[in-house]
């Protein structure tokens, strides 16, 4: 028989490897304390929690060991440097099986309780997950929910907030030929009791100077489905008008960008816009946000 400490083998890093065990082969430890019982008891946070702290990685109770953590000990056991051998601890796996946890985002809101095998799976999609700063100028690391993110953007960013749903803003600047993917702009608007974010800036578009303008919704993209959105730029007697759906802050600034979902203007255009020698771009943008039917 192999020796050396066991592990376990963590579900969240190889589901494919390791399926739940049959209902069966499960410790149920409700078994002879009330067999007439006609519901399940919700599980004791305590004890719930105890046991998912047995299960955190490295564990030095009992020398287990995630399969996460297993590769990074270079076969070493953490706790006794004894040599790793390929023995699964069973028995953990099946209390892992039986587990119900509280999602992450607990305090954000959320109230579930989860079979440890699905936890990260609603996670991934869970709607109280916080969102990140939608500000595109900095490398900015804050996250939490909307009304947070609002004063975030407000106090630390000192972005423009404004009330209604039309817009009207003139971007200036005196050399436009210096593109360097610069964030120029963000302007945030209140309104049908939602926050949009519109975002103008200069970018190469392969070797072409261009400027783009988008608008992205503060929530999840379900909710930003529910609004669409009209940009118009122009001078001369010329314009280009665009007319989309606003993305939500789930995809980043850049991932937007990127798939040039907006309204995109080379450079050339508009200069010849802003009219005058060409030498200083003074682009004027308009629209509107308005909510589907």
């Not at 996250?143 to 106090?155: A, N, R, Y």
């Not at 930003?224 to 010329?238: F, I």
């Not at 030498?279 to 909510?291: A, D, F, H, N, Y």
Request: hydrophobic letters at 30%.
């Amino acid at each position: 028989m192999a020796s050396g400490p066991s592990y376990f083998d963590d579900p969240r890093n190889k589901p494919e490897v390791i399926d739940p065990p049959p209902i069966e082969d499960v410790l149920d430890v409700r078994e002879n304390v009330n067999e007439n019982a006609q519901s399940a008891p919700k599980p004791n946070p305590a004890v719930t929690s105890g046991v998912r702290e047995l299960l955190e990685c490295p564990c030095s109770n009992g020398h287990t060991l995630c399969s996460a953590c297993k590769p990074r000990m270079h076969n070493r056991c953490p706790t006794c440097r004894h040599e790793l051998g390929n023995i699964r601890c069973l028995a953990l796996e099946k209390v892992a099986a039986s587990l119900e946890l509280p999602c992450k985002y607990q305090g954000f809101g959320c109230i579930g309780i989860h079979p440890y095998y699905s936890k990260l799976k609603h996670e991934s999609q869970c709607a109280f997950r916080p969102y990140n700063c939608p500000y595109a100028g900095s490398d900015c690391s804050a996250v939490g929910d909307i009304p947070f993110l609002v004063s975030h953007l407000k106090d630390d960013h000192k972005v423009d907030m404004h009330n209604g749903s039309t817009f009207n803003h003139r971007y200036v600047k005196s050399n436009p030929h210096e593109v360097e993917n610069a964030t120029w702009m963000l302007t945030v608007f209140s309104c049908f009791g939602q926050y949009f974010c519109l975002h103008f800036e200069a970018f190469q578009l392969g070797m072409a100077p261009v400027y783009i303008a988008f608008l992205r919704f503060m929530g999840d993209d379900n909710e930003a489905k529910n609004y669409s959105y009209s940009l118009e730029v122009g001078g001369n007697g010329r314009k280009v008008v665009w007319q989309g759906v606003p993305r939500s802050i789930r995809d980043s600034h850049r991932k937007v960008r990127d798939s040039f979902d907006g309204l995109i203007v080379q450079r050339n255009m508009a200069l010849f816009f802003s009219g005058g020698d060409r030498k200083e771009l003074k682009l004027r943008v308009t629209g509107r946000i308005w909510k589907e039917q």
